[in-house]
């Protein structure tokens, strides 16, 4: 029969824990890297929407009437009959 110490059977259960335990710490790490990445891209790409949003808006209110513009200051005025 196979003769183990209890110093080498503890160290041998500490390996043995040891290793699937950083194995899965690396796995959780990667995960979380990628999902912070990617939670950051899509706060920049909401970012980005209100900014084009607000843009759209301010655009919007703030287009100048028909007829008011500098185009039409440029255009001679057609007479009336």
């Given at each position: 029969?196979?003769?183990v110490?209890?110093?080498?059977?503890?160290?041998?259960?500490?390996?043995?824990?040891g290793?699937?335990?950083?194995?899965?710490?690396?796995?959780?790490?990667r995960?979380?890297?990628?999902?912070?990445a990617?939670?950051e891209?899509?706060?920049?790409?909401?970012?980005?929407q209100?900014?084009?949003f607000?843009?759209?808006?301010?655009?919007?209110q703030?287009?100048?009437?028909?007829?008011?513009?500098?185009?039409?200051?440029?255009?001679?005025?057609?007479r009336?009959r």
């Amino acid at each position: 029969m196979v003769e183990v110490s209890i110093g080498e059977l503890l160290a041998a259960f500490v390996a043995a824990m040891g290793i699937p335990s950083a194995i899965m710490g690396i796995i959780v790490l990667r995960f979380k890297s990628h999902y912070e990445a990617r939670e950051e891209a899509q706060a920049e790409k909401a970012k980005a929407q209100q900014d084009l949003f607000l843009l759209s808006e301010y655009v919007g209110q703030h287009r100048p009437r028909r007829g008011h513009g500098p185009r039409h200051a440029a255009r001679p005025h057609k007479r009336r009959r």
